[in-house]
């Protein structure tokens, strides 16, 4: 039986097992998904790199948590 590729974290290969490489997987897709802004409350928040956030809607650029702009998200 072959086991499907875990998408991004399929880079890793036969290394670190499938369920870290899981975890791994779960995190990459909320960091990189388009998130809501506080301040204009569009979905066009993307991550620019650790703790910071961008909005493409109305050019805030701000500070939140390493994966997700808020804990709410």
């Known amino acids: 039986m ?4 875990l998408a991004s974290a399929g880079r890793f290969g036969a290394r670190y ?9 779960n995190s ?5 998904a388009k998130h809501k802004c506080p301040y204009c409350l569009k979905s066009k928040v993307r991550r620019v790199s650790l703790g910071i956030w961008y909005c493409k809607g109305c050019d805030a650029k701000f500070t939140g948590r390493a994966y997700a702009p808020s804990s709410s998200d």
Do not use: A, D, H, P
């Open 2 to 5: 072959k086991l499907r590729k």
């Open 17 to 25: 097992g499938r369920r870290i490489k899981q975890r791994l997987l």
């Open 28 to 32: 990459e897709i909320s960091q990189r």
